[in-house]
Structures are given as structure tokens and as C-alpha cells.
């Protein structure tokens, strides 16, 4: 069980959102070689050697696509094919000739079937080839670089998906959702998904990054539909077949890949910011919600362009949410998209908010969209920027310990990802674009900023990302872009910084070693760099700083320089330290071990201002025998090394810890330590857990509580949850308060509760799903004959039908599998394990996802 789960944790880290994922901790220590100073005494070569084996081909290399025409405008014209999931278009696009004289024009057009292709204002049809992917256009005359034209293109475009990533688990780039209506309680949209290069299987266009153009779409509809674009919506036209025509217009150029469109029967909340109109689509029954899933939005509009100098650039900004999104969310000029993870009850997003993704996407606006990558190699200039976005509110928002935790967060995802492989940051050699929107291009990308601001001050890097922005507003940028910016600003040469940690792989990996001279009063400092030479530079140049900690709590810092693969430095003191500390404000990317004493890691906690070095203080312990440091650690300021103390007690505490953690459960002012501290008592089977469970059910308002106290009831006495699953049953927009719900249904042997289930198969999402269908046939296991029969063909429905969602067509398998061991525990012979086993079977045969097939065999 818990190796499938974990498969199924890792298969599907692209089939579900992105952002927020469950924290995983990862030590900076985890990974060291034992590598001895750089030394290398080469034997000499013969005439004609080089050392390295003789090169028989060029490396790969990515280039910024050839620009051969300006694309300046796009309109469409789309109705849409709702049974053929067809788009039925019809194109105009005005360009002009880049450089060189042209006669012939290639446009990105995968999978259409092609009625008409003439220039504008012209009947008569152009030649052209079509292969599929590109079409191939002889224009009606050779145009030189200060002529305009247009073509005009008719067309039906099938969009199929050929791939998909991790990132981006489709390349299908429009999406029918629920085409034929047949999904009972799943809305019926049209949505898409352009990067990285997929909006041109819906319109014919120039798919690259480093082209832009204006854009005009009419998009008709029926009239009960809302529809979405970027830009302003010029107007509403109702037709006399009960369509409707809507006209979106974008003014300002922008990049192909980010045209979007949304269709949907969604609730709109509108709001506005300094004159910029904001509007958030939702399902009808989250209206009452929407401000609160994209809460603080316009606080982070007028935030971002106060800390930019620069208002935000757009005429509008939408925010919609999706079913079934390929991706988390997408930064579309003016119009973002969202996965559903994020549409929840306003009391599920107490303290567990959507600030994270709203703030990447909305960065992005300046970062992406306003400047943009010229090509997918040069992608950390977008994703590194957004991913920095969020540091930036959280600093602003909830404090520097908030942000520096999430930064702590980010750094470890990049390090872990490590393990599988390194690139630099600006990659040319990539395979696939889609393998780019990694660890590095995002997190790793969003740690070099932090550097980068170090390294030139705050003034300093504010005014150049100004600069940067102003300087290239509607381009296409590379990193050379961006230190060009920063060296105008600050008048020094960051060649060295870029080269380092922009265009080489890698980090450093530091062993630290603390000494002090008492005949010199003097503090010595040795790091070692051991990073893997042959992967990575052998030595990074790293400024810093030691801190020295007195024992009358007095401290002193010293600057450094590392340059060499390995350095001793030392530093004059006044007494001998009670601590060393390296990097104290954690500034640098990389990864360390220290030789701190048990003692020293004490005192650090204790004494410590900045929370990573707190964290990092206990973490060390973590396996020590602390307990009282741990208890001090339960009445923390900052919540996150309360839930590292949790932890620590998770399986065995004493009394008094006990009692620290009842109160938290109780009264802790973060929800997230409410619920930890419920399940942390769980774990130690702690006496009075039944009472403790009711008691917060009365008192606790936030559903991530309330859930875990309700499965944490009907664990102990199902009956006696019973009544409050009844109270939270109508929590229709609460997914974790349905799971928790049909948990008790199930633990205390509700049959006639299957109608619920069944209600909620649909707004079920994400991993929940798994243990909700779990939960729906093991009640069928008590259902009369007819029920069960119901019950088994509905979740073969489900698990058969691909216009579910990977992981809820698992759920499905999964329950039959779950089902099957239950009764072959009871009886062997029991006849109702063959309809089971049977449809199963028809599930793992039918499954086409090769990846998912992997996972169902093995159940």
C-alpha cells in the first residue's frame, strides 16, 4: 500500500497542480563527496594530445528561433464544435518581412484541415505545403522589411494531444471539458494552454517566444455561456440562433503563447485596483468564495508596481478557474488560469490560502508577459522572476521569517531535484523545452535573485529591475539583458556573478570548520568547497559574512571572500565565542555541513535572531536526546518550528509535552499547528483523544481542523461522530470536509449513505478522491444486491472514462482492489468477488495512459 501510494505520489506530481504541494524536507547536508582540495598536477602530453577525447560531432544547442517575419496582428474568428471537440476558424494576420526580402510565409498550424488561404482582400487562393505542424505559404508577390501584408487563413483545427510533461501533462493546447454534457455535476468549458509552443494547434500563428503581435478575437458561443480573452471585451453581440458573439481586443503586443481563451457557465466577482479592472471567474457555487481564493489581489497588484516603480502594464487582469487543467496555473496576458486545487471554501483557505500561485502568476504579468524570454533556454527569466514574486509578498505581507522559510523551502526542492541531474540555468542543451520548467528554471532561478540583491543592495537591485523592465517593455530578453540592466544601474562588472550561477551548472557544496586561538584571540574559519568538479565549477566565488556570538549575547560580523577551493580565514575577537556562525542572514545557495556540537546547536536556537538558523538548530538535534529544547521550541513564534517540535513528539512525548500539545490543538493561533497537534496526539494514542476531538469540533471554525478532528472521532467512535458528519454533510464546497464526512459514513456503517458518495464523485479532486471512493466501496460491501451491482458499474464508469482525471480513474481501480482484499479476507468463495475482479481486470486492459497501466497492474 504505502509503495503504490508513493508511486502514485510521484507519478502524478504533473498530473495534479504544481503549487502548493506538500512540503517535503530535504537537509542542506544530505549529499556530500569526500573530495580533497583541488590539486592537480597534470603528466605532460605527447605532441598532438589534448587530454580530452577527440570531439566527433557539436554539442546540442537551443538557439533562439530565426526571426524571418514581424508578426504584428492576429484576429480570429472561432465557433466552436462542441461533439467533434473541433475549432472552426478563420484567421487574419498582418506582418511585415523581418529583415530580408520574402515570398513565401511558414506558420505553426498543427493538425487542421485548411478551406481557404488568400491574402486579404483577395479571392483567389494561394499555393502552399502542409505537413501537419507547419504550413508553408507562397505569397503573391516578394515583400520587402517597410511592407505590410496579410493573409487570411480558413480553418478546422482538431486539437490532439502528442505529449506532455511533468509540468504540462498535455500539449493538446485548447480543451474541450465535458463536451457532450453527459457528466452529470462537471461543467461543460473550453479552455486553453499555449506554452510552451501549443496555441498553435487552435490558430495559426508564429509559436515562438521572441515573436508578439496585437490581437482581436470573436469567439461564439451559446448565450448561457461566459467567455474569456485577453484584453478588454469590446462587446457582446447576441445572434438569432441563440449564439452569442464576443469581441476581446488586446492592444498591447504580446507573445503567442500566452493568447488564452476560456469558455464556461462561470460566476463572475469584479473588483478594481487604481483604475485596473479585476474580475475573478469561479463555478457558481464558489461565488461566495472568489474573493477569497484569489484574496489579496489587489493588494499585490498595487504592492508589485509600487515595488517595480512601475504600474502594472495591462488594461485588465481576470483570473479564471478550470476542471481538469493540465498544469497549476498559467500567467496569460491580462488572464490567468487556474486549476481547480485552488477554488475551496473561504474556511478551507483560512490560513491555508492561494497567495503563493496568485502571487507567481500575477509577477508573471511584469516577468513574462511585459518582458519575455526570447527563447525556452532563457526561461529562469520568466519562471526564476515569478518564483522570486513570492518571496517578495511573503516578505511584505507576513514578515521576513515568513518569506525566509518559503525561500528555505525552495532552495531544498532545487537541491533534491539535484540528485537526478544538473544543467545551468540558461540551457541550451535541453531535449525537450517542456524538461525546462524544472527545480532550476523556478526555484534555483528565484535563489540567484535573492544573491543578486545581496550582492548589489536593495536600492540598487530595485532600480535596475526597473531599468531592466523599462529599457526592454514589449521584447524579448536573454540574461545578457538583464546584466546589462544591473551594470548600468550600479556601474560595476557582474560578468563574473551571471557566468557563475546564470550560465555554469551547479552550487556549492561547503564542509565549514570553526576553531578559536585563545593565545590570539582570534576566530578561525575554514570552508572547504567539495563540489563535484567535473559537473560543476570547482571553486564559486562567494562573499559572506561570520557572525561571532559572545556569551554576554553581544556579536560581531566579519566580511569574507571565499575564492579558493579551500580557505582558512581569521578574525580578531574580543573573548572566546559562544558561537560561529557562516552566512548568518542565508543568503548563499548551497549546501552545508558544519561542526557544530550538540551544545553550540542549543545555544544557536536559543540565541539565534534568524529563523533558518533556529530550524536548522533543531533539525541537527532532531534525532538527540533535546526533549527540553523541543518543548521550548512547542512556544515558538514562528510556526513552522512549532510543527518541526510536533514532529519530534509525533511518537512518543512526555506529560508535559502533552499538555503543550492539547492546548495547541485547542488554541494555537495557525491552523495548520491545530490539526498537527490533533494528529501528533493521535499518534501517541494519548488518553482523553475522544473528548479533545468533540470538544474542537465545537469550537474550531477553519476545515483543515475540523476535518482531521472529525476523522479522528470516527476512528474512536463512529457513532458518536456521527452527528457532526450530519452538520458538515451540506459542506458541498469543502472537498476535505466531504473525504472527512464519508470517512465516518463508512466507519460507522451508514449504507444508506451511498447517495452521498455518489453526489460528490464529481466535486471529489486530487488525492482526496482516493481514500473517498475507498470509502464508497466499502459501504457497498453492505449494500442489497441491486445497490451493489449500481455501485460497481458506476465506479467502472468512472475509471474507464479518459475525460476523468488520471488520478481519479485510479481511485476507482483502487476501491474495486480494496473491495477484493476485504472479501478475500471474510471468505475466498464470497460470490460477489467476481463482478469485482472482472471489472478490475476490464479496467487495467483498458487503460491507454502507459503510465497509469503501470499503476493499475499493480493492484
Given amino acids: 500500500m504505502k509503495n503504490v501510494l508513493l508511486s502514485i505520489a510521484v507519478l502524478l506530481l504533473g498530473w495534479s497542480c504544481s503549487t502548493p504541494q506538500e512540503t517535503v524536507t530535504v537537509p542542506l547536508d544530505m549529499e556530500f563527496r569526500d573530495l580533497d582540495t583541488l590539486e592537480i598536477v597534470a603528466a605532460p602530453l605527447e605532441p598532438g594530445e589534448t587530454g580530452q577525447p577527440e570531439p566527433d560531432s557539436l554539442p546540442v544547442y537551443r538557439p533562439s528561433p530565426t526571426r524571418r517575419h514581424d508578426l504584428l496582428h492576429t484576429r480570429l474568428e472561432l465557433v466552436f464544435d462542441w461533439p467533434g471537440e473541433a475549432v472552426l476558424g478563420k484567421a487574419t494576420l498582418r506582418l511585415r518581412p523581418y529583415f530580408y526580402p520574402s515570398n513565401s510565409l511558414a506558420l505553426d498550424a498543427k493538425g487542421f484541415a485548411f478551406h481557404q488561404v488568400s491574402m486579404v482582400g483577395s479571392e483567389e487562393p494561394l499555393e502552399y505545403e502542409y505537413d501537419g505542424q507547419q504550413i508553408r505559404i507562397q505569397l503573391d508577390k516578394t515583400y520587402e522589411r517597410d511592407e505590410t501584408f496579410a493573409v487570411y487563413l480558413d480553418y478546422t483545427a482538431r486539437p490532439r494531444a502528442s505529449g506532455g510533461s511533468s509540468a504540462i501533462t498535455s500539449d493538446r493546447g485548447l480543451f474541450f471539458v465535458n463536451p457532450s454534457g453527459s457528466a452529470a455535476g462537471k461543467p461543460q468549458q473550453i479552455w486553453t494552454q499555449g506554452e510552451t509552443e501549443h496555441n498553435s494547434r487552435w490558430f495559426p500563428t508564429i509559436d515562438q517566444p521572441n515573436e508578439r503581435c496585437t490581437q482581436e478575437v470573436f469567439l461564439t458561443v451559446e448565450d448561457r455561456f461566459l467567455t474569456l480573452s485577453n484584453g478588454l471585451l469590446v462587446s457582446s453581440t447576441r445572434n438569432d440562433d441563440g449564439?452569442?458573439?464576443d469581441y476581446w481586443k488586446m492592444d498591447q503586443p504580446h507573445a503567442p503563447y500566452l493568447f488564452m481563451l476560456a469558455v464556461g457557465e462561470f460566476a463572475v466577482v469584479r473588483e478594481e485596483e487604481n483604475g485596473i479592472p479585476l474580475a475573478y471567474y469561479v463555478e457558481p457555487e464558489y461565488k461566495a468564495d472568489a474573493r477569497a481564493i484569489f484574496a489579496h489581489t489587489p493588494e499585490m497588484l498595487r504592492f508589485f508596481s509600487r515595488k517595480l516603480s512601475l504600474q502594472y502594464p495591462w488594461p485588465k487582469y481576470s483570473q479564471v478557474v478550470v476542471r481538469d487543467y493540465v498544469s497549476g496555473a498559467m500567467e496569460n496576458t491580462t488572464a490567468s488560469v487556474f486549476g481547480a486545487f485552488v477554488q475551496r471554501d473561504r474556511r478551507?483557505?483560512?490560513?491555508?490560502?492561494?497567495?503563493?500561485?496568485?502571487?507567481?502568476?500575477?509577477?508573471?504579468?511584469?516577468?513574462?508577459?511585459?518582458?519575455?524570454?526570447?527563447?525556452?533556454?532563457?526561461l529562469t527569466m520568466n519562471e526564476g522572476f515569478a518564483n522570486y514574486g513570492e518571496y517578495l509578498w511573503f516578505e511584505y505581507k507576513y514578515g521576513r521569517e515568513e518569506a525566509d522559510m518559503h525561500l528555505l523551502e525552495e532552495r531544498r526542492r532545487y537541491i533534491q531535484s539535484t540528485l537526478g541531474g544538473i544543467h545551468p540555468l540558461i540551457h541550451f542543451q535541453y531535449d525537450e523545452a517542456e524538461d525546462l520548467f524544472d527545480a532550476h528554471s523556478y526555484n534555483k532561478g528565484g535563489a540567484v535573485l535573492h544573491?543578486?540583491?545581496?550582492e548589489v543592495g536593495d536600492e540598487a537591485f530595485f532600480a535596475a529591475l526597473h531599468t531592466y523592465l523599462v529599457d526592454n517593455a514589449y521584447r524579448a530578453v536573454e540574461v545578457h539583458d538583464l546584466r546589462l540592466a544591473f551594470e548600468r544601474v550600479t556601474g560595476r562588472d557582474l560578468h563574473r556573478f551571471f557566468d557563475q550561477w546564470y550560465l555554469s551548472s551547479g552550487h556549492p557544496e561547503l564542509d565549514i570548520r570553526y576553531a578559536y586561538d585563545p593565545d590570539n584571540r582570534k576566530v578561525l574559519v575554514t570552508v572547504k568547497q567539495e563540489q563535484d568538479y567535473e559537473r560543476m565549477p570547482g571553486v564559486f566565488r562567494l562573499p559572506s559574512e561570520v557572525e561571532v556570538r559572545y556569551g554576554d549575547l553581544s556579536e560581531q560580523r566579519f566580511p569574507l571572500l571565499i575564492t579558493r577551493r579551500e580557505q582558512t580565514f581569521s578574525f580578531p575577537v574580543k573573548d572566546e565565542p559562544r558561537l560561529i556562525t557562516f552566512d548568518p542572514d542565508h543568503i548563499l545557495l548551497c549546501e552545508k555541513l558544519e561542526n557544530k556540537t550538540p551544545a553550540q546547536y542549543a545555544y544557536q536556537?536559543?540565541?539565534?535572531?534568524?529563523?533558518?538558523?533556529?530550524?536548522?538548530?533543531?533539525?541537527a538535534l532532531y534525532n538527540?536526546?533535546?526533549?527540553?529544547?523541543?518543548?521550548?521550541?512547542?512556544?515558538?513564534?514562528s510556526w513552522h518550528i512549532r510543527e518541526l517540535a510536533l514532529q519530534y513528539f509525533e511518537e512518543e512525548a512526555p506529560e508535559e509535552a502533552r499538555r503543550s500539545i492539547r492546548r495547541m490543538a485547542r488554541r494555537d493561533p495557525n491552523a495548520q499547528i491545530r490539526q498537527s497537534a490533533l494528529l501528533a496526539l493521535a499518534a501517541q494514542e494519548a488518553p482523553g483523544l475522544e473528548e479533545l476531538a468533540a470538544e474542537v469540533l465545537e469550537q474550531d471554525s477553519a476545515f483543515a481542523v475540523l476535518a482531521a478532528a472529525l476523522r479522528l472521532l470516527a476512528e474512536l467512535d463512529a457513532d458518536r461522530a456521527l452527528p457532526y458528519a450530519r452538520r458538515w454533510?451540506?459542506?458541498?464546497?469543502?472537498?476535505?470536509?466531504?473525504?472527512?464526512?464519508?470517512?465516518?459514513?463508512?466507519?460507522?456503517?451508514?449504507?444508506?449513505?451511498?447517495?452521498?458518495?455518489?453526489?460528490?464523485?464529481?466535486?471529489?479532486?486530487?488525492?482526496?478522491?482516493?481514500?473517498?471512493?475507498?470509502?464508497?466501496?466499502?459501504?457497498?460491501?453492505?449494500?442489497?444486491?441491486?445497490?451493489?451491482?449500481?455501485?460497481?458499474d458506476l465506479l467502472h464508469q468512472i475509471g474507464s472514462d479518459p475525460e476523468h482525471p488520471v488520478i481519479k480513474r485510479y481511485a476507482a481501480a483502487y476501491a474495486f482492489s480494496q473491495m477484493q482484499e476485504k472479501l478475500r479476507e471474510k471468505n475466498p468463495e464470497d460470490p460477489r468477488l467476481p463482478p469485482i475482479r472482472e471489472r478490475l481486470t476490464a479496467l487495467q486492459a483498458e487503460e491507454s495512459d502507459p503510465r497509469l497501466k503501470a499503476l493499475l497492474d499493480q493492484l
Avoid at 536556537?605 to 533539525?619: H, P
Avoid at 538527540?624 to 513564534?637: G, M
Avoid at 466535486?763 to 460491501?781: D, K, V
Fill in 729 to 792: 454533510e451540506e459542506a458541498q464546497n469543502s472537498a476535505r470536509m466531504i473525504q472527512a464526512v464519508g470517512q465516518v459514513f463508512a466507519e460507522a456503517g451508514q449504507g444508506n449513505a451511498l447517495p452521498f458518495f455518489e453526489q460528490h464523485f464529481q466535486r471529489m479532486e486530487g488525492y482526496a478522491s482516493i481514500p473517498f471512493f475507498a470509502n464508497y466501496g466499502e459501504l457497498l460491501l453492505e449494500a442489497g444486491k441491486e445497490d451493489f451491482d449500481q455501485g460497481l
Fill in 243 to 245: 449564439t452569442r458573439t
Fill in 605 to 619: 536556537y536559543r540565541q539565534s535572531a534568524s529563523v533558518i538558523s533556529r530550524y536548522e538548530a533543531l533539525e
Fill in 451 to 454: 544573491m543578486l540583491r545581496h
Fill in 624 to 637: 538527540s536526546e533535546r526533549t527540553a529544547l523541543f518543548l521550548e521550541a512547542l512556544n515558538d513564534p
Fill in 348 to 378: 478551507d483557505l483560512y490560513q491555508e490560502n492561494n497567495d503563493r500561485i496568485v502571487a507567481h502568476e500575477l509577477f508573471h504579468q511584469w516577468f513574462g508577459n511585459y518582458v519575455t524570454c526570447e527563447s525556452w533556454a532563457n
